[in-house]
């Protein structure tokens, strides 16, 4: 049975199962769910608990499935937690996995949870998970996106009694600490608490946050391309400046906004052809929310337009390798700065 992450409280409180795997690659979320799953498990008397770390192709997983099979000779039920850092535990771990998932349901007194990173399509559908996913409760630790940011501040500060002002002078703190903490949840969480040391309980000015919480925004080219997709300039320069001061390689950067705009230009090529939209853009392997960003902006953007953009790329391209060009900055962040800006105000702007 899968569940999302927001679901994981409610459903403890109906009951513990006795199997639990948790994924996903925020390590705040991953920690308090797994912490959650420990203290319903001691409060039903799982109170010794065993460790393994999935550190190599030696690791002994007999030792898993006998601790995991094992029944408890004394009043104390056990819990058996089980990381796999990777996310691949390799053919032998396989095989532990799903017997280890098929004689869970018939152990009351061990608990076991598995803790996984992030993990793709096709692992999602091989035998180990689809197993853990039977005989137990997987859940899905998704990132706290930008858009939900201010949301996920504002819950975080009620839960600490400290609120923001109604109205668009609290949007307007919450989108200010939202710029600071953004892609660094575990940091976020920390600037949160500092706040509930520092003011006592009830609404806090923008003044008081502005003057607490530090920038500990972190973020990755991928995020950048997002934003100048989504028409955000103030953002994509914050992200620029944020991902040159953290020594990130220029050309990573430069890959993966031309990726966007190769991708824009096939399949808007596509569609001049006559292919409808959503081939085009199942051609081209995009979908989920990359799909409804091109979805968007494609009917602002001409042909032409990305004709253009895809020369830009390949202009940047060779400044970024140390080539100079006569119309473009020779700094490779400079020349990063205009092609990500240039994209992302035609995608901002209205449909003509």
Not at 170 to 180: H, I, N, P, S
Not at 247 to 255: F, I, T, Y
Not at 287 to 294: A, C, L, S, V, Y
Not at 301 to 321: N, Y
Request: aromatic residues 6%.
């Amino acid at each position: 049975m899968q569940i999302p992450g927001p679901q994981l409280q409610a459903h403890l409180q109906r009951g513990l199962r006795p199997l639990y795997t948790l994924y996903g690659d925020d390590p705040l979320l991953q920690q308090e769910a797994a912490d959650a799953i420990r203290a319903a498990a001691r409060a039903q008397g799982h109170t010794e608990r065993t460790v393994f770390t999935v550190a190599g192709a030696h690791f002994d997983w007999s030792a898993v499935l006998a601790a995991g099979g094992a029944l408890s000779l004394f009043a104390d039920k056990q819990l058996v937690e089980l990381r796999i850092p990777s996310g691949k535990p390799g053919k032998e771990g396989s095989q532990a996995l799903q017997r280890l998932a098929e004689v869970a349901p018939g152990n009351d007194s061990t608990l076991t949870l598995v803790l996984l990173p992030r993990l793709d399509a096709a692992t999602l559908k091989g035998a180990w998970f689809g197993a853990l996913d039977a005989h137990g409760v997987t859940v899905r630790i998704d990132p706290v996106e930008r858009a939900q940011l201010p949301g996920w501040i504002a819950q975080r500060l009620q839960q600490q009694g400290q609120h923001v002002a109604a109205g668009e002078a609290g949007q307007r703190t919450l989108a200010f600490m939202a710029d600071r903490v953004e892609g660094n949840l575990l940091a976020a969480h920390q600037e949160i608490q500092k706040l509930a040391l520092l003011h006592p309980p009830g609404e806090l000015t923008f003044e008081q946050v502005e003057s607490a919480v530090l920038n500990v925004a972190r973020y990755d080219p991928f995020k950048l391309a997002e934003a100048v997709l989504d028409g955000q300039p103030g953002r994509a320069q914050r992200m620029l400046d944020g991902l040159q001061a953290e020594g990130e390689a220029p050309v990573l950067v430069h890959w993966a906004l031309a990726e966007d705009i190769r991708a824009l230009w096939r399949v808007k090529t596509a569609q001049a052809e006559g292919r409808p939209l959503a081939m085009a853009l199942r051609e081209q392997r995009v979908w989920g929310p990359r799909e409804k960003r091109f979805e968007r902006v494609l009917p602002r953007l001409s042909l032409a337009q990305l004709g253009q953009w895809l020369q830009d790329a390949h202009t940047v391209d060779g400044i970024v390798k140390g080539l100079k060009h006569a119309d473009w900055p020779d700094d490779a962040w400079q020349a990063l700065h205009r092609l990500a800006l240039q994209v992302c105000r035609a995608c901002g702007s209205r449909p003509g």
